[in-house]
Nanobody, 120 residues
Framework: QVQLVESGGGLVQPGGSLRLSCAESGSIFSTIAMAWYRRTPGKQRELVASISSIGNTNYADSVKGRFTISRDGAKNTVYLQMNSLKPEDTAVYYC??????????????WGQGTQVTVSS
């Protein structure tokens, strides 16, 4: 069974920084890509950033230049470094991973979510 465990959320003042972590565990054949999404009340889930197995990254326009996604393959962990945080970054952030548990097609797995609040 695959698990994604997130950590690193919290309360930060505007202009501050936070780093989110997401560790995957379980019976994993291969990880195709990992990503961070966020959701705020009344809005649809939004893709924040993604990283492929070969390190290609993609960012939402709203976070480009402020957020950085990275991955530590040895630790099976993906990170989201968030700098210059703004109140509009306040959301529940979810880790996503597209994983093969065998040689069949991949499936999407989700973490439990971690709250990020940007407020003075």
């Amino acid at each position: 069974q695959v698990q994604l465990v997130e950590s690193g959320g919290g309360l930060v003042q505007p202009g501050g920084s936070l780093r989110l972590s997401c560790a995957e565990s379980g019976s994993i054949f291969s990880t195709i890509a990992m990503a961070w999404y966020r959701r705020t009340p009344g809005k649809q889930r939004e893709l924040v950033a993604s990283i492929s197995s070969i390190g290609n990254t993609n960012y939402a326009d709203s976070v480009k230049g402020r957020f950085t996604i990275s991955r530590d393959g040895a630790k099976n962990t993906v990170y989201l470094q968030m700098n210059s945080l703004k109140p509009e970054d306040t959301a529940v952030y979810y880790c996503n991973a597209r994983i093969r548990v065998d040689r069949g097609p991949p499936n999407d797995y989700w973490g439990q979510g971690t709250q990020v609040t940007v407020s003075s």
